[in-house]
């Protein structure tokens, strides 16, 4: 499967944004999780959010929880993140893998194919 994420960019404090990820080359029903992860300047990457696309999840991280929100339509998958704050300035990643095991889905090392990500930077 091939990924694409797009839709960062430079955004002021406390508005929204919306990522997308393009599946490619796979039926969205032959995936099993789907994730975003993030690496901000000067830290490891880290994970975000997933869902499965047998209706599993979703699951976030605790610090974006209320903020965050992981979709899918069609063969695309989404990140809508809301009231953004400088800290979550990172380049963002899209992934995806075959299984379905919920625990799984929020650990970046079952993970076997990843998009390029889209860098998201927060400031006024």
């Known amino acids: 499967v091939q990924l694409q994420a797009s839709g960062g960019g430079l955004v002021q404090p406390g508005y929204s944004l919306t990522l997308s990820c393009t599946v490619s080359?796979?039926?969205?029903?032959?995936?099993?999780?789907l994730g975003w992860f993030r690496r901000a300047p000067g830290k490891e990457r880290e994970f975000v959010a997933a869902m499965t696309t047998s209706g599993g999840g979703p699951f976030y991280a605790h610090s974006v929880r209320d903020r965050f929100t992981i979709y899918t339509d069609k063969n695309f998958f989404y990140l809508q993140i809301a009231d953004l704050q400088p800290d979550d300035t990172a380049v963002y990643f899209c992934?995806?893998?075959?299984?379905?095991?919920?625990?799984?889905?929020?650990?970046?090392?079952?993970?076997?194919?990843w998009g390029q990500g889209t860098l998201v930077t927060v400031s006024s």
């Open positions: 992934a995806a893998m075959t299984e379905y095991n919920s625990e799984y889905c929020v650990d970046q090392k079952y993970y076997a194919d």
């Open positions: 080359q796979r039926r969205m029903d032959a995936l099993g999780c």
